[in-house]
């Protein structure tokens, strides 16, 4: 059945595919017109009390509210701004100026699960911080009007400690966001928050609700002041990074050794080495949580080596016949470290990466080890390097040329260390509290000494720089003009450097090989470009006389659709709105010649889309027949016995929009 939302240009519905989800795993939840039966859903939680009130959770005012609004989909888009944007063609990294938690719904269809590292630096709620608001919806006129369409910035609300929702207010705000990002996140993706004391007991509680408790990493502490703050009885020199991940499939990558810190003190004919037990020695996890890694290993005593290593296997047989299981000395169940497919893959080949054998322990049972090759150590929970300090960012942003417009500066090499033990050659490094632009700098900076191929996407509130402010002053309006000017300088920093090391590789057909990867595209959030999301129902009529009204609307309104709004723009909200990436590429194609269509790809999807007014019969004939490829088309283009031609012979790879 034809619903208003059918016709909006919105983006993807979290709720209703979770909703489907459960549907599909358990339609008995569900009555016959596919509503959930909340009596039953009741009984499936707590059959026995399902009055039952009185349990451990986490609550303040306004949760289930953030919780809905972090899942409800936005109608507003994103437009290319390219007179901002630096070296475009050379890379796909993306600044965005906008509203966040918009920003993040509009990216996570396209970009859902592509996200192998988030660091995000949020306020701190000091007690004269601000928090964002989120009222953002197309009826309300504060963010449109006061963002930088009317160049007056954006006005954030302020967020007192006497106000009784102090605390609440924070949460909310961070609640959303944290939902929608963990939308975006790989199955092995890692989150870094920057965060103090005013709020990460707060913060922790909340990670723990978003990403499992089972996820919670660390609570790193930094050294983030040489001096302290003095203002307090004892003189505060730290803050903290809570790490957390989406699943147990994610590992932290580890830190390179310096000079003589190896500790591979064996040899073999390959190379040093070192062992240490497979054996997970978290007393937390067992069979009983992690079933997949809960498994015998069977070992083949009658071949030592001259080490005392025996070979070990998986399956068991006449030489591989003594069994080992995950259980420490005191018979207490843990589970191995490893899953059984990076067993086979490791276990008894002598490579430079690692292998696993067992070894005769002292009481004469046996154990099983990863012997491993690698001049890399795990990182410790407090970092103290005199690099990390807030102080050492604000002498960054002052050799870039700045003169005092950002306070406090997260220090790049604190952003590179958590980039570092997370991320590898091709992953993607997402920021949606971007500030100044330290992570942007901090992937460019990677990217360079490394010589890999990491992006980012930052996103930045459009925020007025006070009037009294240096930044003002000195020409930013906002604090996102900040954020897009670091990283054009930063660009402009590495080329130079590149220039005098190797001053040929700026000539002839080596340039664009040595600027590879030193850009962005600047992206803004604005409006949609379709007027029918203003259109308001009549609560007086039904849902189908709504229907009626808002096809009449879109025929009016829209009717001067093409020749009245930015060709790019449009295509761009209708893509992003269908799940492309933001690096999508259009090519016409030529054998249509009573229509213009395009081929729109992201490397990934692909479809035809025209934004013509009239869709020529010559066209739907051709499409009745061509059915191999997906067609976007504007759905006032179509007559309904166009439409019913194209809906019937193509099926779901036709939408109207």
Same mark, same amino acid.
């Given at each position: 059945?034809?619903?208003?939302?059918?016709?909006?240009?919105?983006s993807?519905n979290?709720?209703k595919e979770?909703?489907?989800?459960?549907?599909?795993?358990?339609?008995?939840?569900?009555?016959?017109?596919?509503?959930?039966?909340?009596?039953?859903?009741?009984?499936?939680?707590?059959?026995?009390?399902?009055?039952?009130?009185?349990?451990?959770?986490?609550?303040?005012?306004?949760?289930?509210?953030?919780?809905?609004?972090?899942f409800?989909p936005?109608?507003?888009?994103?437009?290319?701004?390219?007179a901002?944007s &630096?070296n475009?063609?050379?890379?796909?990294?993306?600044?965005?100026?906008?509203?966040?938690?918009?920003?993040?719904?509009?990216?996570?269809?396209?970009?859902?699960?592509?996200v192998?590292?988030?660091?995000?630096?949020?306020?701190?709620?000091?007690g004269?911080?601000?928090v964002?608001?989120?009222k953002?919806?197309?009826?309300?006129?504060?963010?449109?009007?006061?963002?930088?369409?009317?160049?007056?910035?954006?006005?954030?609300?302020?967020n007192?400690?006497?106000?009784?929702?102090?605390?609440s207010?924070w949460?909310?705000?961070?609640?959303s966001?944290?939902?929608?990002?963990?939308?975006?996140?790989?199955?092995?993706?890692?989150?870094?928050?920057?965060?103090?004391?005013?709020?990460?007991?707060?913060?922790?509680?909340?990670c723990?609700?978003?990403?499992g408790e089972?996820?919670?990493y660390?609570?790193?502490i930094?050294?983030?002041?040489?001096r302290?703050?003095?203002?307090?009885?004892?003189?505060k020199?730290?803050?903290?990074?809570l790490?957390?991940?989406?699943?147990?499939?994610?590992?932290?990558?580890?830190?390179?050794?310096?000079?003589?810190?190896?500790?591979?003190?064996?040899?073999?004919?390959?190379?040093?080495?070192?062992?240490?037990?497979?054996?997970?020695?978290?007393p937390?996890?067992?069979?009983?949580?992690?079933?997949?890694?809960f498994?015998?290993?069977?070992?083949?005593?009658?071949?030592?080596?001259?080490?005392?290593?025996y070979?070990?296997?998986?399956? =068991?047989?006449?030489?591989?016949?003594?069994?080992?299981?995950?259980?420490?000395?005191?018979g207490?169940?843990?589970?191995?470290?490893?899953?059984?497919?990076?067993?086979?893959?490791?276990?008894?080949?002598?490579?430079?990466?690692?292998?696993?054998?067992?070894?005769?322990?002292g009481?004469?049972?046996?154990?099983?080890?990863?012997?491993?090759?690698?001049?890399?150590?795990?990182p410790?929970?407090?970092?103290?390097?005199?690099?990390f300090?807030?102080e050492?960012?604000?002498?960054?942003?002052?050799?870039?040329?700045?003169?005092?417009?950002?306070?406090?500066?997260?220090?790049?090499?604190l952003?590179?260390?958590?980039?570092?033990?997370?991320?590898?050659?091709?992953?993607?490094?997402l920021d949606f509290?971007?500030?100044?632009?330290?992570?942007?700098?901090?992937?460019?900076?990677?990217?360079?000494?490394?010589?890999?191929?990491? %992006?980012?996407?930052?996103?930045?509130?459009?925020?007025?720089?006070?009037?009294s402010s240096?930044?003002f002053?000195?020409?930013?309006?906002?604090?996102?003009?900040?954020?897009?000017?670091?990283?054009?300088?930063?660009?402009?920093?590495?080329?130079?450097?590149? =220039?005098?090391? %190797?001053?040929?590789?700026?000539?002839?057909?080596? =340039?664009?090989?040595s600027?590879?990867?030193?850009?962005?595209? &600047?992206?803004?959030?604005?409006?949609?470009?379709?007027?029918?999301?203003?259109?308001?129902?009549?609560?007086?009529?039904?849902?189908?006389?709504?229907?009626?009204?808002?096809?009449?609307?879109?025929?009016?309104?829209?009717?001067?659709?093409?020749?009245?709004?930015?060709?790019?723009?449009?295509?761009?909200?209708?893509?992003?709105?269908?799940?492309?990436?933001?690096?999508?590429?259009?090519?016409?194609?030529?054998?249509?010649?009573?229509?213009?269509?395009?081929?729109?790809?992201d490397?990934? =999807?692909?479809t035809?889309?025209?934004?013509?007014?009239i869709?020529?019969?010559?066209?739907?004939?051709?499409?009745?027949?061509?059915?191999?490829?997906?067609?976007?088309?504007?759905?006032?283009?179509?007559?309904?016995?166009?439409?019913?031609?194209?809906k019937?012979?193509?099926?779901?790879?036709?939408?109207?929009?």
């Open positions: 059945m034809e619903n208003i939302k059918d016709y909006m240009p919105l993807n979290w709720n979770r909703l489907e989800k459960l549907k599909e795993l358990m339609p008995d939840l569900f009555t016959n017109e596919g509503k959930i039966n909340t009596n039953e859903f009741k009984k499936l939680v707590d059959s026995e009390s399902i009055s039952e009130t009185e349990r451990y959770e986490f609550r303040w005012f306004g949760k289930s509210n953030a919780k809905r609004e972090a409800t936005t109608d507003a888009t994103l437009i290319y701004d390219e901002r &630096v475009p063609t050379e890379s796909d990294n993306l600044i965005i100026e906008g509203e966040n938690l918009n920003v993040l719904k509009l990216l996570s269809n396209s970009y859902r699960e592509k192998k590292c988030i660091y995000i630096d949020p306020p701190y709620n000091t004269n911080d601000f964002y608001s989120d953002f919806n197309q009826d309300k006129k504060e963010y449109w009007e006061d963002a930088e369409v009317t160049e007056n910035g954006y006005k954030i609300d302020t007192t400690e006497t106000d009784g929702r102090f605390h207010n949460l909310n705000m961070m609640y966001r944290l939902l929608i990002a963990r939308q975006l996140l790989r199955e092995d993706g890692i989150i870094f928050i920057s965060i103090d004391d005013n709020e990460v007991y707060h913060l922790r509680k909340l723990d609700e978003v990403f089972d996820n919670f660390s609570q790193i930094v050294r983030a002041n040489s302290g703050q003095t203002y307090n009885q004892i003189s020199t730290h803050e903290y990074i790490v957390y991940t989406k699943s147990i499939d994610a590992d932290l990558l580890e830190l390179e050794k310096n000079g003589d810190k190896s500790d591979l003190n064996l040899n073999d004919d390959i190379s040093k080495f070192n062992i240490r037990e497979l054996r997970n020695r978290n937390k996890f067992g069979k009983h949580n992690r079933p997949n890694l498994y015998p290993i069977y070992i083949n005593i009658d071949s030592a080596d001259k080490d005392g290593f070979p070990v296997a998986l399956e =068991k047989n006449e030489i591989y016949n003594t069994e080992v299981e995950p259980y420490n000395s005191k207490i169940e843990s589970c191995w470290r490893w899953g059984t497919q990076k067993f086979i893959d490791n276990a008894n080949s002598n490579t430079l990466q690692s292998n696993l054998v067992a070894k005769q322990k009481d004469g049972s046996y154990g099983i080890f990863e012997k491993y090759r690698k001049t890399t150590y795990k410790k929970s407090i970092w103290v390097e005199n690099s300090l807030t050492t960012g604000t002498v960054e942003v002052k050799s870039l040329g700045f003169d005092g417009e950002f306070d406090f500066p997260k220090p790049v090499a952003i590179k260390r958590c980039i570092e033990l997370s991320v590898e050659n091709g992953d993607l490094v509290f971007a500030g100044s632009g330290t992570t942007g700098q901090a992937v460019f900076e990677i990217n360079k000494k490394r010589d890999k191929h990491i %992006q980012f996407i930052g996103v930045q509130l459009p925020e007025k720089c006070d009037e240096i930044a002053k000195n020409g930013f309006k906002k604090i996102s003009d900040i954020t897009i000017e670091r990283n054009k300088r930063v660009i402009e920093k590495i080329i130079e450097e590149k =220039k005098k090391e %190797q001053p040929d590789l700026f000539s002839g057909d080596k =340039k664009e090989e600027l590879q990867g030193l850009g962005f595209k &600047v992206f803004k959030l604005v409006k949609s470009n379709f007027p029918r999301v203003e259109f308001a129902p009549d609560p007086e009529k039904t849902e189908e006389k709504n229907i009626e009204l808002l096809k009449k609307y879109i025929s009016d309104k829209e009717a001067q659709l093409v020749s009245a709004f930015n060709r790019d723009e449009l295509i761009t909200e209708i893509l992003i709105k269908n799940g492309f990436k933001l690096n999508y590429t259009l090519t016409k194609q030529e054998e249509f010649k009573k229509n213009e269509i395009l081929f729109a790809t490397g990934n =999807k692909e035809l889309i025209c934004l013509d007014v869709i020529a019969d010559e066209t739907v004939e051709y499409f009745k027949t061509n059915t191999d490829q997906k067609l976007i088309v504007l759905e006032r283009a179509l007559d309904t016995t166009k439409k019913w031609n194209l019937h012979f193509m099926g779901d790879k036709f939408k109207a929009f």
